[in-house]
């Protein structure tokens, strides 16, 4: 197993600003926006805008919220293994709403349809976008695309991306591993 | 650890306690499912489940229903009364007879002890007992830990008191077996003549003063007084034993501490419990039954994911 360093704490720090201020381009104040992290990875990410977005641009209140997706995916009883469940934690309403989601790696494409059925069970969102810090380009299932990428990568299947965060992992990196 | 350690619930003896935990974890997911504006979760699309009830239900029954249809499973029932049983079709015969129209998991109530763990034996689906005679009732007594878990934090350390008929009781020994097996202090209450031979060596203390049980306990889970399995008389009135067992408002306050109690259903108001009791803060009865719900989606999903 050997890994690479795609992206460094610095590059992922220069990335997120510059996916805050897309959102901030599209959203004004996020009034009529929710933000929404698909767990269990892509609540970081989400934390992290949201972090910057309030502290650096000034953005008074924005929602956030969590979203498992273990009961919507089209995988169950397919593995071995028993799909474990996360929190979803949405305290707001998403009827009517922009709701962008956010997700760290883009791979097939299965969690994001799984998380579009999820999100219906809390209403119905005027509008659906995706944001994510990886798209593994050409490696999709199914027609779905990002509307805010951070870097695409073109990784072949046996290869895994994986994000580590600060305050979960002890630093903030992105490594390219192959199996 | 992230799947049971078994492929039936055929009660709560065979399982460990890490399932206990693992059920309520997945129980958690699904309240927080069952209280969104869309409750339905589309898991379960390709299974089909048969409820089968050789006994009268009504919440179990609704509760299985319900629990299969927020996770989209297709759902058969089957009454006995209605059915070729009475035209003396075997048990084994009838689920076969169900099974060869592709059901994954049959959801069995019956009268007789040990008859879900005799099916599990010779069918080929993945079995949830609903009760079977006086034997289990493994749901229940899960939703019953998962609810004084909501209530009290935890169940470990607890001190528990089942009151009532405990030798006609499945809620009674299944309710034993999950609180033992996750760290609670068990007694039970009861008139002797309700109080089977031997439950001592279930780790459980005997308490015949009602009064005594709740100063000591932190829940009291009080059962239903059976009469249709009451072939004799065990007690010479309801009404000597709604004076002796029986809880009301006067009792619970002159106590120095607030009791929570519990009753899995259907109540025998002002027999087993009065009804400012029941409709009290103190009582959970019916945050059991909504419990109940979540807790089934929990045991049906996770023994569905090891059907292959």
Known sequence: ??????????????????????????????????????????????????????????????????????????????????????????????EDKKVVLIDDVLYTGRSIRAALTAIQSFGRPSEIELLTLIDRRFSRHLPIQPNYRGRQVDAINEEKVKVMWEENDGEDVIYLINK | MSELSVKHLLGIKYLKEKDIQLIFETADHFKEVINRSIKKVPSLRD??????????????????????????????????????VKKGETLIDTVNNILSMKVDMVVMRHPNPGAGIFL?????????????????????????????????????????VIVGDIL????????IFALKLQGAKVKVCGPKT?????????????????????????????????????????????????????VNKALLDSLDKEVVIMHPGPINRG?????????????????????GVAIRMAVIYLLASKIK
């Open chain 2, 168 to 175: 006609h009781s499945r809620v009674a020994l299944s309710n």
């Open chain 2, 271 to 291: 027999v087993e419990i009065t009804s400012d009791v029941a409709d009290s803060k103190q009582s959970i009865i019916l945050g059991q039954v909504e419990n």
């Open chain 1, 1 to 94: 197993m050997s890994q690479k360093v795609l992206l460094s704490s610095k590059e992922i720090n220069i990335i997120l600003h510059r996916l805050a201020c897309q959102l901030l381009e599209n959203h004004l104040d996020f009034s009529e926006t929710v933000l929404i992290g698909i767990q269990p990875r892509g609540t970081f990410v989400a934390d992290r805008l949201t972090r910057i977005l309030q502290e650096e641009y000034g953005v008074k209140h924005i929602d956030v919220g969590f979203l498992d997706i273990t009961f919507y995916r089209d995988d169950f009883r397919r593995g071995d293994k028993t799909l474990e469940a996360t929190q979803t934690k949405i305290d707001f309403l998403v």
């Open chain 2, 120 to 160: 599990s034996k010779h069918v080929n689906a993945s079995i949830v007992n609903a009760g079977d005679g006086a034997h289990e009732h493994p749901t229940q007594a899960l939703l019953d830990s998962y609810s004084i878990r909501e209530r009290l934090g935890d169940v470990a350390g607890k001190k528990v």
């Open chain 2, 47 to 84: 299974i089909t489940i048969a409820n089968i009830f050789f006994e009268n239900s009504t919440r179990t029954k609704l509760s299985f229903e319900l629990a299969e249809k927020r996770l989209s499973a297709d759902v058969i029932n089957f009454s006995a009364g209605q059915s070729s």
């Open chain 2, 194 to 246: 309700l109080m089977p031979k031997h439950i001592e060596s279930l780790g459980v203390e005997v308490e015949t003063n009602l009064r005594k049980a709740l100063d000591w306990c932190d829940v009291a889970n009080m059962l239903r007084i059976q009469n249709e399995r009451l072939d004799i008389s065990y007690f010479p009135t309801t009404r000597e034993y709604t004076q002796q067992f029986g």
